[in-house]
């Protein structure tokens, strides 16, 4: 089959899935003819990702939390943001709606791109076409996800985004531990996407200092700060934009996806904001994790605490990150290996039913 993939360029998660599942499915035999990546304009696509696929690439503006001092989420002001771009938003998604009406394809795989799924829904040729979309945030439609009164707004807003992404097709939610499909939404639960590189045979260590992973610049500072009292610990911090480390234990790195597997590899543990992707990935090599949620993120949140449920990380603040130092800080992940192992022969299984849903009858 030929695919194409519309893929959010947002933080590093979904470009990673898109990579393992482009691999996963050039392996048996299928193609991937255009990658539409809807971008931030604030921010640039990681060189990891354009590198591996210059040639396909198409960029799209498209949705964004709004930032406030580059660390914390305002949800009023994205509110604000997305009504006063709504045209832009669906100028663009009807250009590419138009796009994808010339292009030869037999399924659109979304791994969370709004208006991706926006276009979808306005093209005469994808209506007849199906599309999946990928993304951890489906779990909060599964009745096994964790619960939480708190940002309510935000979860409903979510859930809103869901439907936008989706355009009502088939929805794969990725997921710490296993759950039953529910097939009146059509929702299939499957595991973490993990590129090979983190699934090799080579061993893991434990050398002497720990991985940092920040979504928002600003909080290099609240690092920063937690370092001046704590110099002796040796860090080494992958963020976009990285600025210029002022303490030699104190170093800083621009994103890059081979060397931050690389080094996950030999870290003692590892510090993230609570996106899906890290967390997955530190916790399948068995390093501790700790996450802390961007502020006033409720998606991040919700992360942490299933997360947590999961046993596969800590939660908490830049207060107390000394329990990363804790030598009884350590999880317990072979059953989520084994659930990892799963997700090639589940996710083609997927691909395939839907693929064969869609077909007329003979």
């Not at 610990?233 to 800083?252: A, G, M, R, T």
């Amino acid at each position: 089959m030929d695919f194409i993939f519309a893929v959010q360029g947002e933080g590093r998660g979904h470009l990673t899935q898109a990579i393992t599942v482009h691999d996963m499915l050039t392996k048996h035999g299928h193609k991937v003819v255009k990658i539409i990546v809807g971008v931030n304009m604030n921010r640039k696509l990681p060189d990891f990702f354009v590198e591996r696929f210059s040639h396909l690439i198409v960029e799209i503006p498209t949705l964004s939390f709004a930032v406030v001092k580059d660390k914390n989420i305002s949800t009023i002001r994205t509110g604000v943001k997305f009504f006063a771009s709504i045209r832009s938003f669906r100028r663009s998604a009807k250009e590419l709606a138009d796009k994808l009406d010339a292009l030869e394809y037999d399924m659109l795989l979304n791994f969370y791109e709004p208006v991706s799924g926006w276009a979808h829904k306005l093209s005469n040729k994808c209506k007849g076409r199906p599309i999946i979309s990928f993304g951890h945030q489906f779990m909060v439609e599964h009745p096994k996800f964790i619960r939480s009164r708190k940002y309510i707004v935000q979860q409903r807003i979510l859930r809103i985004l869901n439907r936008y992404v989706s355009s009502n097709g088939h929805k794969i939610a990725l997921s710490f531990y296993e759950a039953e499909p529910v097939e009146k939404k059509r929702l299939h639960v499957c595991p973490p996407l993990l590129r090979d590189t983190v699934k090799s045979s080579q061993t893991a260590t434990q050398e002497n200092f720990l991985l940092v992973y920040l979504l928002n610049t600003g909080y290099a500072k609240v690092l920063e700060a937690w370092h001046q009292n704590n110099p002796h610990v040796k860090i080494h911090c992958f963020v976009q934009d990285p600025p210029e480390s002022q303490h030699p234990n104190l170093v800083y790195h621009e994103l890059n996806g081979e060397k931050f597997i690389a080094m996950m590899r030999r870290c003692k543990a590892v510090l993230c904001t609570a996106g899906f992707e890290s967390v997955c990935e530190a916790a399948y090599l068995g390093k501790p994790v700790y996450m802390v949620p961007v502020e006033k993120h409720g998606e991040q949140y919700l992360n942490a605490l299933d997360a947590r449920k999961a046993g596969i990380a800590k939660r908490g603040s830049f207060s107390n990150l000394g329990r990363l130092l804790n030598k009884n800080f350590w999880p317990t992940t072979e059953s989520f290996r084994i659930w990892c192992e799963s997700s090639e022969e589940m996710i083609l299984e997927v691909i395939n039913e839907v693929w064969q849903q869609n077909q007329p009858p003979a």
